[in-house]
């Protein structure tokens, strides 16, 4: 039997450490990455190798992992200064890509969810056939259980508070264009990580993103 000592503590403590690091640094290095590309980030609350969130809530917290460190995110700058203000010394922490309609390129978020069989598959295979194809290039991250975020940006002079700001514009739907914000890749849940499917980076917000689509559905 293994006495709890303070020094078995501390190796414990320094073994999960570790083992974490590598995961972290990597969400680090994506918030360096993000911020460079002149996408507003935000700190976000990690999971523990338990799958618990490391807010106050713990256990009981219902968005693991996917929520705010900080209370003013959604007016503070969204720099990488301000991301590691809450994440500098976390041994566990995600990222989040913030939404905002005031920024230079606003950006849209189409999240196609599948998980306990809701019908964001079925949805969005409908609005492409009503509204055409997303570009082959949108960017897509692929969520940890199986769900599909498209990051869009609008083409000149559509403003994105014409279009909803909300979940299920469609069933299994959600579309998100300002003062939200999402978790970004390679950030973790209890059920996995965020990857993009079809870039390994982000790519610059400025530029490249031109053509890409205005299919939303309308407002109410
Ligand atoms: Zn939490």
Redesign the pocket.
Known sequence: MTALTPEALRTTAATQQESAAPATEAVREAARTAAGLGYLIVGL?GVQEDGI?T?Q?GAS?V??GK?PRGRNWQNDPGTLTQFRLHADGQAALNLGLRLDARAPVPLVLLDVDTKHGKPGAGSFAQLEAECGALPEDALLQMTPSGGRHYLLRLREGVDPRALPNRADVLPGIDVFTHQRQFVLAPSRTAVGAYNFANRPILRPILGSYSDSSTCCPPPP
Request: glycine residues 0%; aromatic residues 0%; positive net charge.
């Open positions: 609350h969130c807010c809530k917290c968005a693991a929520h």
